[in-house]
């Protein structure tokens, strides 16, 4: 009889949004096959991110919730959401200028051509149109308006949507998800890990005296990487020369104005500020680097910016960069522990999410097959490397040089690939890439669109289509788009009970007695 080699009990080391997330993904899973426990530090020995803190999401949020088997309504309410369409850039091509990068389709496929060739075109001719008037997720960002595609009135009903989250909130939620599926979490402090003579990880040992034996051991423990840095000692790959932001701060400020439904990234001298809503709070955050600007100054500077803010300030340090590998033998590493990309692509959530549906795509047994583990460590490395590319072209586009930090991106040395996809585009407005990425060709063009990037060419084929048939496309879309935007409601209208809260608040602060 040949020997059980099935994973039988699965460690989680570390909570917080990784955590969580990992345990209730592979419970959802697994569950009832393995046990999965989730190490997490008492709460005295490690720091929590207080409510008001939100994080972007990008639409892939939304699988998440499916696969957990949530209701997306409960899910929203608890973790204060609100939903986004995007982002808007001010200031980030040149001072006073202004570009969308938008979740959803810009315009139609025409003879299965994407609709950017034909902008290019119409461009040479001269035609000058309105973006938004071909973006719906745009269209709907610069009005404030929502709705959800699902809605029976066929108002925008492709429109790609993805989430605001309190951080917080966000973590909790899926700790309780995990815990009702039956993960146990251990409050124990991590101090050291006995290996097998293979030098994989046997067990754990706790500050208390207490061990954890598993088969498997996830690494949640952020950029320490307790696990996969410390035990195994797999390296670290530093992008700093790439993405030399370092350091974020961020505070929670009053809600006084309309929620609106995408992030406000707004350049500054040494990095960018963000702004975005919640259910009952304004969230705003720096990211800088320390080379060019410290602490006290970053802070004095987003401050300036937050008319009444409700928490103290929260900063955090961190290192753009991947692990060389994520997998070492019963190691995965997930979250920071794996990699980190600065936060002005909003992927931390969708690393971690997509890193565990990875996992299970390889899911090992106590054999641990090195080929397996070599695919999961390509596929994460490289996407990890398409979204540094992607993050690095927002800063190398960018014509500012009113301070040192922006000058440094003139002459920079960039990733191959990232400069041959830019040449390309430049050449004749073609995009290639490899399959799958998590940003689309759309993606890359709304990036380039917005810094002003303009193709020398544009792409021979759209020459094969009769000229007046695309305007007549063009018309409709146009109409559509305009129609949709003016039938949808409000996005602060889908926050009934939150408007309710918020009205109860001021009104109790106009009526109060003034103080003598």
Known sequence: MEPDRRIRRIAVVGGGTAGWTAAAMLNRKLGGHCSIHVVDAPLADEPRVSAGHAEATLPSVLELVRFLGVDQNEFVEKTQS???????????????????????????????????????????????????????????????????????????????????????????????????????????????????????????????????????????????????????????????????????????????????????????????????????????????????????????????????PLAEPRVRAFTSGRRDISWCRNVVALGAAAGCVEPLTACEQHLVTNSVFNLLDHFPDREFDPANIASYNAIIGDELERIRDFTLLHYRLSRRDDSAFWRGFAGLEIPATLAQRIEMYRASGRLVLRQPELFSELDWFWVLEGMGVVPRDYDPLVDTVDYEQVKRVMLAVSQKISSDTGAAPTHDSFFPQANARLAGVRKAISTAPSAS
């Open 82 to 308: 609100t939903y986004s369409l995007g982002n808007r850039f001010q200031d980030w091509g040149a001072a006073g200028e202004t570009f969308w990068h938008p979740f959803g389709a810009f315009g139609v496929l025409i003879e299965r051509r994407p609709f950017y060739h034909f902008w290019h075109k119409a461009r040479t001719q001269g035609v000058k149109l309105k973006i938004e008037l071909f973006s719906q997720e745009m269209s709907f960002g610069m009005a404030n308006r929502f709705i959800f595609p699902s809605n029976s009135m066929g108002v925008a009903p492709h429109l790609r949507y993805a989430l605001h989250v309190d951080g917080a909130l966000y973590a909790r939620s899926l700790r309780s998800v995990a815990e009702r599926g039956g993960v146990i979490r251990l409050e124990r402090k991590v101090v050291s890990a006995s290996r097998r003579e293979d030098g994989s990880i046997d067990e754990l040992q706790f500050e208390d005296g207490g061990s954890l034996r598993a088969d498997l051991f996830i690494d949640c423990t952020g950029s320490r990487a307790q696990l996969i840095g410390e035990v195994m000692g797999v390296g670290y790959q530093d992008w700093s020369r790439w993405l030399p932001c370092d350091r974020v701060v961020s505070v929670p400020g009053a809600l006084s104005d309309v929620r609106s439904p995408f992030v406000q990234n707004v350049a500054k001298a040494s990095g960018w500020q963000w702004r975005m809503a919640l259910q009952q709070v304004v969230s705003h955050g720096q990211v800088y680097a320390s080379a060019h600007q410290g602490d006290d100054d970053a802070l004095k500077e987003l401050m300036g910016t937050v008319s009444e």
